[in-house]
């Protein structure tokens, strides 16, 4: 007993030594600037990044730059009627993470878990909404046409099934204007959701950090559109 008593005292310090490392790495990575591509035309491309305290989503227009989500993520896709939407969000995560955390309260030791150490596949969580001008856990942004293009084709490469035609996942949405898709890669402690904005981001021109698994190290580095 005493043994199991000094085991469990050696792997409790080892799980919290290993945390505050972790920690550390993302101070430290996140204050490191990563490469960015310069954009020199005329930044008239306009979309967010949206904070929910954890989570940054990229919220573009519907139709503009060239893309018309609609023809993408159709309103067969959801059991609401999003044809007047303006705008979308789309945030990448783990499947079963997403299927059954639908507020904080919902989170669960399991699905945390299997997220954090390769054991669950991924999703694009799509969501149809109005226009987040104003609201303060949004930033706006803007590239040129270039930038636009870029993240379109992340998207698209982020996504599983043919350009165009997203497989959606039969999981039940958190509402009626929102739906998942299988996405490719798997979530872990080192490619988080908010890794995943940072590279979208990234492409639209943006200078992120090395690395930013936290949502707050991506918010801080939007200083301006």
Not at 207 to 225: E, H, K, N, Y
Request: proline share 7%.
């Amino acid at each position: 007993m005493r043994l199991l008593r000094r085991w469990g005292k050696w792997a409790g310090g080892a799980l919290i030594a290993l945390g505050l490392i972790y920690f550390l790495a993302a101070m430290v990575l996140g204050l490191m600037p990563g490469q960015a591509t310069s954009r020199v035309g005329p930044a008239d491309y306009r979309f967010y990044a949206c904070d929910n305290g954890v989570h940054v989503d990229i919220v573009l227009p519907a139709a503009g730059g060239g893309r018309d989500w609609f023809g993408i993520f159709p309103p067969r896709d959801f059991a609401g009627d999003i044809t007047g939407a303006s705008h979308l969000a789309l945030g990448w995560g783990a499947k079963g993470f997403f299927a059954t955390t639908k507020e904080w309260r919902d989170i669960r030791p399991g699905p945390v878990m299997r997220a954090l150490f390769w054991q669950d596949s991924s999703v694009v969580h799509v969501t149809y909404h109005g226009d987040p001008q104003g609201l303060p856990n949004c930033r706006p942004l803007a590239t040129d046409q270039a930038g636009a293009e870029a993240m379109f084709r992340y998207i698209d490469d982020s996504l599983e099934g043919s350009v165009g035609q997203p497989r959606r996942e039969p999981l039940p949405g958190y509402g009626a204007q929102d739906a998942f898709y299988a996405a490719k890669g798997r979530y872990s402690l080192f490619r988080t959701c908010n890794v995943w904005s940072a590279e979208l981001l990234r492409e639209s021109g943006r200078q992120m950090a090395l690395w930013s698994p936290f949502s707050f190290q991506v918010m801080g580095l939007l200083t301006s559109p």
